[in-house]
């Protein structure tokens, strides 16, 4: 089992940056691919980032490439989200996963999730 606890998410003017935590229990971190997702009102949960077990590799969805970052620190078996250059349409519900072995822009593919933290970019 594995439990996600998603931090950080907040108000922030347009073009402003936030920075998103989410800590993850349990002795076997490393052993998980980790993920963000989004969800908007009225809209699907959409893939944003996934990072490999490593940390090594990561991906990013079309709509954030280039503003997000998504890092992992493995000791602390925490995986963040840098977003800069926010935008009105990154105002969303943001989760983090975890699924086993390689990372995934899936969410079916997922396991594990977070109870999601507030995301509200103003214009």
């Known amino acids: 089992q594995v439990q996600l606890v998603e931090s950080g998410g907040g108000l922030v003017q347009a073009g402003g940056s936030l920075r998103l935590s989410c800590a993850a229990s349990g002795r076997t971190f490393s052993s998980y691919a980790m993920g963000w997702f989004r969800q908007a009102p009225g809209k699907e949960r959409e893939f944003v980032a996934t990072i490999t077990r490593s940390g090594g590799s990561t991906y990013y969805g079309a709509s954030v490439k280039g503003r997000f970052t998504i890092s992992r620190d493995n000791a602390n078996n925490t995986v963040y989200l840098q977003m800069n250059s926010l935008k009105p349409e990154d105002t969303a519900v943001y989760y983090c996963?975890?699924?086993?072995?390689?990372?995934?822009?899936?969410?079916?593919?997922?396991?594990?999730w977070g109870q999601g933290t507030q995301v509200t970019v103003s214009s």
């Open positions: 996963a975890a699924k086993k072995d390689e990372p995934s822009w899936s969410r079916f593919q997922y396991d594990y």
